[in-house]
């Protein structure tokens, strides 16, 4: 297991990323966008933040990429959330929404990954 620190942290990241994925059913478009700034916020702040050199090498290395993914991922989500607010049609609509739903449940595999690593 990782260090509790980093168990702790990716567990309330799961939890943003789930109440996230709860904004996302209710297609309320100013709420999705209040959520996934609380999840870009925490994640830049507290996972960002977490000490990677207190990590044996290869257990880092496989933190970074992974961080490296979600961060790309968290990028895409926001430019969805972008498009989302200006779709007209309910065909794009949902088409976004789907798309959230898939990265969303992307960046929970990877923190599920992360916190799975054996030091």
């Known amino acids: 297991m990782l260090k509790d620190v980093y168990s702790q942290r990716y567990q309330e990241f799961t939890a943003l990323l789930s109440a996230m994925s709860q904004s996302v059913e209710t297609e309320d478009g100013l709420l999705i966008k209040q959520a996934l700034k609380a999840v870009q916020e925490f994640f830049g702040a507290e996972i960002l933040g ?34 989302l607010a200006v779709s007209r049609s309910k065909t794009t609509v949902a088409g976004r929404l789907a798309t959230m739903r898939e990265r969303l449940t992307l960046v929970e595999r990877f923190c599920e990954a992360v916190l799975s690593l054996q030091e």
């Open 50 to 83: 977490l000490p990677v050199d207190q990590l044996s090498e290869t257990i880092e290395g496989k933190v970074r990429s992974y961080q490296t993914e979600i961060h790309k991922q968290l990028r895409l989500l926001a430019t969805d959330v972008m498009f």
